[in-house]
């Protein structure tokens, strides 16, 4: 098995959650609404916003321990935040962004959607950085 700290997959995971909430709240909630095109449900506000970010704590977690196993014990803090920055930005936001341009997507959506994931896995890169 791994050694990959628990408490660093955690708090990675906790804290992806949390810039999710404000980056989807917030900061660009508006934008990413209209970008997105929500559903009828959405524009009701059926949706529990609890439930919605409670759920995203599961993939949270396993993309933090997955990234703490590729990292490994102890590997500094500058370099576990170049990894991160990295890996958000040249293999998640471009993956999104082919996804996104195929299915014709808006571009601020790319933008909204890359820019989270790359500013979240650099927050998962310090924390690991940090605790790991």
Not at 18 to 30: A, K, Q, T
Not at 32 to 59: E, H, I, K, N
Not at 74 to 82: E, I, Q, S, T, Y
Not at 89 to 101: H, M, P, R
Request: no cysteine; proline share 6%.
């Amino acid at each position: 098995m791994p050694a990959v700290s628990l408490v660093a997959t955690l708090a990675a995971a906790v804290a992806g959650s949390v810039l999710g909430s404000i980056w989807y709240g917030p900061l660009f909630g508006r934008a990413w609404r209209a970008a997105s095109r929500p559903s009828s449900d959405d524009v009701r506000g059926d949706v529990s916003p609890f439930r919605t970010y409670g759920a995203t704590l599961v993939p949270g977690l396993i993309a933090s321990y997955v990234f703490g196993v590729y990292l490994g014990p102890d590997p500094g803090r500058a370099f576990a935040v170049v990894v991160g920055a990295s890996v958000g930005v040249f293999l998640v936001a471009t993956s999104l962004a082919t996804t996104d341009l195929l299915a014709r997507r808006p571009v601020a959506l790319m933008v909204i959607n890359g820019g989270y994931h790359a500013v979240r896995f650099t927050l998962i890169g310090l924390v690991f950085g940090l605790l790991g």
